[in-house]
């Protein structure tokens, strides 16, 4: 059998520690790897797979629009980027859409549109206020926007124009706005930091202060957007309109896409200001159709909302049997498990050795964020496995 990891380390650049499988091929919410062993995934793609592995709805688009039309540019009208388009505001409270290839290029899109938002209508104000904790990509502009000092160190000089203020504190980002300010940047719940929940009235006072401010509200909904967190945008539970909304991730179930979506007040873009090769080609547009279609018929969000509860339930009962669970957290299938000491990798060993795939997100915490169409019964089964593999650390002796 061929040294899958072996051939890593000896062609791949090496910028993240692998988990040690080789997965082959997955289905629904479970993934096998090279010697056929069979997972329960709940990691999903990093939040991505939200119809599961190989979902037919998404595997039939792709079929469908490989055998007619997969890339043209967009010199021209082509129908797939048309209905997605239509498909998103309708059920959205934005009015126009920008289709892209990748979370980090929706929120590249997006803060060129706060800035010609800036330079039209606020004299040239530029800067974006984001919060420590929040992740919003790996370009340079987005490294800067990112609130984790870890990631800005290895490139310097980053780009300016953006200020991360303390997360959660209105008054923070109060004192971090003048003149300069062209709009804030969140994601209603910080997923990469570690799933940090804000208290139920703050994006209600950054709206308030946005709206008195004239500045824009730009929310990175790239994990929390279609369906993960019981409602088809995060946005919706917290009693807000963004003016920017971007997405990738959920959005197509499977394959890479962004989506950069503005109320039509916000969409200042004109003739030329911005463009992609690869943005809304037909092949991408019909799959993130097809998924979003399938989210809103069949009511995946109100699954992930029903079985998110289920799986909190199961999780406290879980923090009341091992002591080292300091805290469980989530809305909807984002969920962290958070530890009193740094046994995250630990956890997530004696998880994959038994079965199931989760997410480390900080050295003292797992995620789970597995797909939106997951059962009670598979919630069940993964609850098992921890409990087995939390029990094997608890019987090491963690305090
Ligand atoms: C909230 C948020 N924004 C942006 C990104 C970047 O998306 P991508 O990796 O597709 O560039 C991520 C990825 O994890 C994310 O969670």
């Given amino acids: ?31 096998w790897d090279d010697s056929d062993k069979e997972y329960l995934d709940f990691v999903g793609g990093l939040a991505v797979n939200c119809l599961g592995h190989c979902h037919p709805a998404v595997v039939d688009a792709v079929t469908e629009q490989a055998r007619t039309l997969m890339q043209t540019s967009l010199w021209y009208y082509t129908v797939p980027m048309l209905r997605l388009a239509e498909l998103l505001v ?60 870890k990631m800005h160190e290895p490139y310097p000089p980053l780009p300016v124009g953006f ?24 994601e209603p719940i910080q997923g990469e930091g570690g799933v940090n929940i804000p208290a139920d009235d703050y ?15 730009i929310l990175d909904e790239i994990q929390t957007g279609i369906g993960r967190l019981g409602t088809l945008f995060g946005y919706q539970q917290y009693g807000i309109e963004p003016d920017i909304m971007t997405l990738a991730k959920g959005l197509g179930g499977g394959i890479p896409i962004g989506a950069l979506l503005a109320k039509e007040r916000a969409s200042v873009f004109t003739l030329g200001d911005h463009n992609s090769t690869f943005g809304g080609n037909p092949l991408t547009s ?29 999780l406290i009962i879980l923090k009341n049997k091992h002591h080292f669970i300091t805290e469980v957290r989530g809305r909807g ?13 630990e956890a997530l060993t004696a998880c994959l050795e038994r079965g199931l795939l989760v997410n480390r997100v900080k050295p003292n915490a797992l995620r789970l964020i597995p797909p939106l169409i997951i059962s009670d ?8 496995i921890l409990d087995q593999a939390l029990s094997s650390i608890g019987k090491k002796g963690v305090k």
């Fill in 163 to 186: 200020i991360n203020v303390v997360n959660n504190d209105i008054t923070a980002i109060k004192s971090a706005t003048t003149e300069k300010t062209c709009a804030v940047m969140l």
């Fill in 377 to 384: 019964r598979e919630v069940d089964e993964a609850i098992d």
């Fill in 286 to 314: 019909a799959v993130a159709y097809a998924t979003v279609k399938y989210v809103i018929d069949h009511n995946i969000s109100g699954n992930a909302k029903k079985v998110g509860q289920y799986l909190m339930k199961a």
């Fill in 203 to 217: 994006l209600k006072m950054v709206r308030n202060w946005c709206d008195e401010k004239g500045i824009l509200l």
């Fill in 333 to 345: 299938l984002l969920v962290a498990i958070e530890f009193n000491s740094d046994i995250g990798s």
């Fill in 90 to 149: 309708q059920n959205s409270c934005l009015d126009k859409v920008f289709i892209c290839n990748s979370g980090l290029e929706a929120n590249e899109g997006a803060i060129k549109l706060a800035r010609r938002y800036g330079s039209l209508k606020l004299n040239g104000a530029y800067e974006v206020i984001t919060t420590m904790g929040s992740f919003h990509g790996r370009s340079l502009a987005m490294t800067a926007a990112s609130g984790n000092l």
């Fill in 1 to 31: 059998m061929t040294n899958w990891p072996e051939l890593d380390s000896k062609y791949y650049m090496q910028t993240i520690v692998r988990i040690p499988v080789t997965l082959v091929r997955g289905a629904g919410a479970r993934v």
